[in-house]
């Protein structure tokens, strides 16, 4: 892995389940993106979201290269 770079990845899922199942789950994970009263969204809320985000060591050099 790049020295210089975070990685940061996110998993979703719905409201379906039992509901001390998804409390659990909704305890380790972020909140929903839409509605979870219909079937539409809660295909929109099972997920995986991944951004690589350069840390403060690349940005400082970054801004340094451009001075």
Do not use: F, W
């Amino acid at each position: 892995m790049e020295e210089n770079t975070d990685i940061l990845i996110e998993g979703h899922t719905d409201a379906t389940g039992s509901e001390d199942y998804n409390l659990q789950l909704s305890q380790r994970r972020a909140q929903p993106v839409a509605d979870n009263s219909t079937a539409e969204g809660r295909q929109e809320n099972r997920r995986v979201e991944i951004a690589i985000i350069a840390n403060d060591k690349l940005k400082k050099a970054a801004e340094e290269k451009t001075e």
